[in-house]
């Protein structure tokens, strides 16, 4: 049982960011899928979550969607803010996205800066 996290890297302010989640061993159709980042001296935080039952969930800037074909979710960030500078984490529940986190990816950096 696998969760892979990836696609981070350095972005200008304003640009966009499309990050992946991909599993092996496991189908993320029958989990909630959360992301979450640990900026430079922060506590983890949450950034947003998408339950089993849906196929996009929009929060503000961020946008989850799913590709049930592709066992992957993926993160897609906009309009990005220096602040949003952090390790970007995906995290598996088989609840919901109120529920406990069952599997955790290794995180994937995100750099915004000019």
């Known amino acids: 049982v696998q969760l892979q996290a990836s696609g981070g890297g350095l972005v200008q302010p304003g640009g966009s960011l499309r990050l992946s989640c991909v599993a092996s061993?496991?189908?993320?159709?029958?989990?909630?899928i959360g992301w979450f980042r640990q900026g430079p001296g922060k506590e983890r935080e949450g950034v947003s979550c998408?339950?089993?039952s849906d196929a996009i969930s929009v929060k503000g800037r961020f946008i989850i969607s799913r590709d049930n074909a592709k066992n992957a979710v993926y993160l897609r960030l906009n309009t990005l803010k220096p602040e949003d500078t952090a390790v970007y984490y995906c995290?598996?529940?088989?609840?919901?996205?109120?529920?406990?986190?069952?599997?955790w990816g290794q995180g994937t950096q995100v750099t915004v800066s000019s």
């Open positions: 995290g598996a529940a088989r609840g919901s996205c109120d529920g406990h986190t069952d599997y």
């Open positions: 998408i339950q089993k």
């Open positions: 061993g496991f189908s993320l159709a029958d989990y909630a």
